[in-house]
Protein backbone atom coordinates (compact mmCIF):
# COMPACT_ATOMS: atom_id res chain seq x y z
CA UNK A 1 0.00 0.00 0.00
CA UNK A 2 0.81 3.56 -0.81
CA UNK A 3 -0.79 6.86 0.21
CA UNK A 4 -0.03 10.08 -1.70
CA UNK A 5 -0.78 13.20 -0.34
CA UNK A 6 -0.31 16.02 -2.92
CA UNK A 7 0.22 19.90 -1.80
CA UNK A 8 1.62 22.96 -3.51
CA UNK A 9 -0.96 24.00 -5.86
CA UNK A 10 -2.57 27.35 -6.24
CA UNK A 11 -3.55 30.25 -8.63
CA UNK A 12 -0.26 31.92 -10.52
CA UNK A 13 0.23 34.08 -13.50
CA UNK A 14 1.06 33.19 -16.56
CA UNK A 15 5.04 33.03 -16.82
CA UNK A 16 5.26 32.49 -12.81
CA UNK A 17 6.36 29.09 -10.86
CA UNK A 18 5.13 26.51 -8.84
CA UNK A 19 6.71 23.78 -7.01
CA UNK A 20 4.26 20.40 -6.44
CA UNK A 21 4.75 18.03 -3.84
CA UNK A 22 3.85 14.54 -3.33
CA UNK A 23 4.40 12.86 -0.45
CA UNK A 24 4.42 8.92 -0.25
CA UNK A 25 4.04 6.98 3.22
CA UNK A 26 6.79 4.61 2.25
CA UNK A 27 10.28 5.13 0.54
CA UNK A 28 10.62 5.92 -2.76
CA UNK A 29 13.28 3.90 -3.40
CA UNK A 30 10.78 0.78 -2.58
CA UNK A 31 8.65 2.55 -5.17
CA UNK A 32 9.32 1.81 -9.01
CA UNK A 33 8.30 4.60 -10.34
CA UNK A 34 6.60 7.71 -9.69
CA UNK A 35 5.03 10.47 -11.81
CA UNK A 36 2.76 13.64 -12.02
CA UNK A 37 -0.13 13.67 -14.11
CA UNK A 38 -2.76 16.20 -15.06
CA UNK A 39 -6.07 16.67 -16.07
CA UNK A 40 -7.98 19.91 -17.09
CA UNK A 41 -11.75 20.25 -17.44
CA UNK A 42 -13.38 18.34 -19.99
CA UNK A 43 -10.23 16.52 -20.93
CA UNK A 44 -8.53 13.15 -20.52
CA UNK A 45 -5.93 12.62 -17.67
CA UNK A 46 -2.55 13.12 -19.18
CA UNK A 47 0.85 12.19 -17.73
CA UNK A 48 3.42 14.66 -17.57
CA UNK A 49 6.54 13.18 -15.93
CA UNK A 50 8.19 10.06 -14.30
CA UNK A 51 11.15 9.47 -12.34
CA UNK A 52 12.04 5.75 -11.92
CA UNK A 53 13.48 4.37 -8.57
CA UNK A 54 16.64 4.58 -9.98
CA UNK A 55 16.96 8.06 -10.68
CA UNK A 56 16.35 7.97 -15.11
CA UNK A 57 13.54 10.94 -15.61
CA UNK A 58 11.43 11.21 -18.49
CA UNK A 59 9.04 13.59 -19.92
CA UNK A 60 6.13 14.75 -21.90
CA UNK A 61 7.38 16.81 -24.59
CA UNK A 62 4.90 19.52 -24.16
CA UNK A 63 6.86 20.05 -20.40
CA UNK A 64 9.86 19.21 -21.66
CA UNK A 65 12.45 22.08 -20.67
CA UNK A 66 9.67 23.89 -18.33
CA UNK A 67 8.81 21.11 -15.59
CA UNK A 68 11.18 19.45 -13.53
CA UNK A 69 10.89 15.97 -11.58
CA UNK A 70 12.88 15.18 -8.66
CA UNK A 71 12.62 13.30 -5.27
CA UNK A 72 14.46 13.83 -1.87
CA UNK A 73 14.51 10.59 -0.83
CA UNK A 74 15.03 11.71 3.17
CA UNK A 75 11.39 12.76 3.27
CA UNK A 76 9.61 10.18 0.21
CA UNK A 77 8.69 13.25 -1.37
CA UNK A 78 8.65 13.91 -5.05
CA UNK A 79 8.26 17.58 -6.74
CA UNK A 80 7.17 18.72 -9.97
CA UNK A 81 9.30 22.35 -10.57
CA UNK A 82 6.78 24.03 -13.00
CA UNK A 83 8.03 27.13 -14.84
CA UNK A 84 7.07 29.54 -17.22
CA UNK A 85 3.72 28.77 -16.76
CA UNK A 86 0.94 29.25 -19.26
CA UNK A 87 -3.24 29.43 -19.37
CA UNK A 88 -3.65 25.53 -20.94
CA UNK A 89 -1.12 24.55 -17.78
CA UNK A 90 -4.78 25.07 -16.03
CA UNK A 91 -5.78 21.33 -14.26
CA UNK A 92 -5.79 19.11 -11.37
CA UNK A 93 -2.56 17.62 -10.62
CA UNK A 94 -1.81 14.10 -9.79
CA UNK A 95 0.83 12.06 -8.13
CA UNK A 96 1.45 8.61 -9.12
CA UNK A 97 2.97 5.72 -7.95
CA UNK A 98 3.50 2.49 -9.40
CA UNK A 99 4.52 -0.35 -7.31
CA UNK A 100 5.35 -3.60 -9.00
CA UNK A 101 2.06 -4.16 -11.34
CA UNK A 102 -0.29 -2.03 -8.63
CA UNK A 103 -1.14 1.72 -9.17
CA UNK A 104 -1.74 4.48 -6.26
CA UNK A 105 -2.71 7.70 -6.77
CA UNK A 106 -3.43 10.90 -4.70
CA UNK A 107 -6.13 13.15 -4.51
CA UNK A 108 -4.80 15.99 -7.04
CA UNK A 109 -3.91 19.30 -6.39
CA UNK A 110 -5.56 21.88 -7.94
CA UNK A 111 -2.93 24.58 -10.40
CA UNK A 112 -4.82 27.64 -12.72
CA UNK A 113 -2.79 29.91 -14.42
CA UNK A 114 -4.51 33.05 -15.44
CA UNK A 115 -4.01 36.87 -14.46
Known amino acids: QVQLVESGGGLVQPGGSLRLSCAASRSVFSINAMSWYRQAPGKEREWLAT???????NYEDSVKGRFIISRDSAKNTVYLQMNSLKAEDTAVYFC?????????WGQGTQVTVSS
Open 51 to 57: VASGGVT
Open 96 to 104: RAMVLSTIY
